[in-house]
């Protein structure tokens, strides 16, 4: 398997986290980590959420400072 990012090879791996382990690629060049979540958040189209954003920031501008 080549990675996506750099060409180089990626070898298959396990990964382990304090509550959990999981199975995946690791790129030899660059570091990428893939698995099966990772694909399917990268498969699915993406939100904006461009409008609450902008509220949220407005009404962080609007507050008072603390004294």
């Not at 995946?24 to 954003?53: F, Q």
């Amino acid at each position: 398997m080549k990675c996506y990012r750099c060409g180089s090879m990626m070898v298959a791996e396990k990964f382990y986290l304090w509550h959990e382990h999981f199975s995946g690629w690791r790129c030899i060049g660059c570091g990428e980590i893939v698995d099966p979540l990772i694909l399917e958040n990268r498969t699915r189209p993406r939100r904006t959420i461009k409008g609450s954003m902008r509220k949220q920031t407005e009404v962080i501008k609007l507050r008072p400072r603390a004294r």
